[in-house]
């Protein structure tokens, strides 16, 4: 096959040898690439064609692409969405959108550096963001040049040499055991009773009670079980259900007595206002709805919590914090660290010790105030 090349006579009389080779169209741009091979012989310009065609063939050849960090990152947001949830979509597209593509929209992605985004981090900070919403958007951006490097349209990621600030740990609060006595006392007598129940006596997510159906739900055992198989998300403007959040989030709960008194108690209550409503009534076989047997949003179970909160005269503290609540008590009440983690659905028991060492450093002081007792 006859090798095709290009020559150059230079002024002072010099020659050169060239050759291109095609990289295709810039994904993002469309734009065609291209790279130029050139030697002062042939035998060298061979020579090096055949080494950058071989990289080139075998992927290990970056072409920068041309697009700007705004045209990559819509293109990003839009390949990542069908395999996140729908929430962390939504998130990500917020930080994208509102906070790096202002900043630095117009770069080109090639032309990123380290400097751009520390000095987008210095400038959130003291506009008076909380350094644990900065790192928020250092994991985003991250995570999205990361894919950049694999899609091979930047050598390397530039967020590997920035020094993103370190998250705070969020001040989480509880109730003790007797604030969260006082709240399931006056919430008897509620509607949703058997929801804060099951709340406070499983830590399960808001997301995960409002997605949960009768067919979840196996009330014929004495004590009763219960499968989280899904939750409810918010994508991007609209409701959804879906996947619990981790692997882990797909699990079996036993329930205590009490909880499985007050579901049958709701499930009567719920058939004789199906009854009553007749055919306006909606079949999702949802545990907890409006009252229709439609969705209930999640803004009017907090709405009905703080409600709640404010006549039991206990400290209001988020919704989500009742799953801090229902961690604490148990691992304060000796129960195996293991055992909360199964139960809340994380996918690792460090992350449990880690978010209540408060309750484990008790615990270890507990246990070494008994061993000494016993060596003494």
């Not at 691992?331 to 309750?359: C, F, W």
């Amino acid at each position: 096959m006859t090798f095709s090349y290009e020559t150059r006579t230079h002024k002072d009389g010099t020659t050169t040898y060239s050759k291109t080779i095609n990289l295709g169209n810039d994904p993002i741009t469309g734009k065609r690439r291209q790279t130029r091979i050139s030697a002062k012989t042939v035998k060298e310009l061979k020579r090096l064609y055949t080494a950058e065609l071989h990289t080139v063939q075998n992927g290990d050849y970056y072409e920068t692409s041309n697009a700007t960090l705004a045209e990559y990152l819509k293109h990003w947001l839009g390949a990542i969405e069908p395999t996140i949830r729908p929430s962390s979509h939504r998130r990500f597209s917020e930080v994208v959108n509102g906070r790096i593509v202002p900043a630095l929209g117009n770069v080109k992605l090639a032309d990123v550096s380290p400097l751009h985004v520390q000095e987008l981090y210095a400038r959130c900070l003291t506009t008076g963001l909380s350094s644990t919403t900065v790192a928020l958007y250092h994991n985003v951006l991250h995570r999205a040049l990361d894919q950049a490097v694999k899609w091979r349209m930047i050598a390397r990621n530039v967020c590997d040499a920035v020094d993103p600030p370190r998250e705070a740990n969020p001040e989480t609060k509880t109730w003790t055991t007797d604030e969260a006595r006082s709240f399931l006392r006056l919430a008897a007598s509620d509607d949703l009773a058997a929801l804060w129940l099951l709340a406070l006596n499983t830590g399960i997510r808001r997301g995960e009670l409002l997605a949960l159906r009768w067919q979840d739900l196996d009330l014929d055992l004495d004590r009763g079980a219960l499968a989280i198989r899904r939750t409810l998300t918010r994508g991007t403007g609209a409701l959804t259900f879906g996947e619990p959040k981790s692997k882990a989030g797909r699990r079996s709960l036993a329930l205590p007595a009490v909880c499985v008194d007050a579901l049958r108690a709701h499930r009567v209550t719920q058939l004789e206002r199906r009854l009553s409503i007749g055919p306006a009534w909606q079949d999702n076989d949802l545990i907890f709805e409006r009252g229709d047997g439609s969705l209930l949003h999640p803004n009017s179970l907090l709405n009905a919590f703080f409600r709640l909160t404010a006549a039991a005269g206990v400290p209001r503290i988020r919704f989500h914090d009742l799953r801090h609540t229902a961690a604490t008590l148990m691992l304060a009440n000796g129960e195996h660290p293991k055992i909360v983690q199964e139960r809340l659905g994380h996918s690792d028991i460090s992350m449990t010790l880690n978010r209540y060492s408060h309750v484990t450093m008790d615990m270890q002081r507990d246990a070494a105030d008994r061993l000494a007792k016993l060596l003494s």
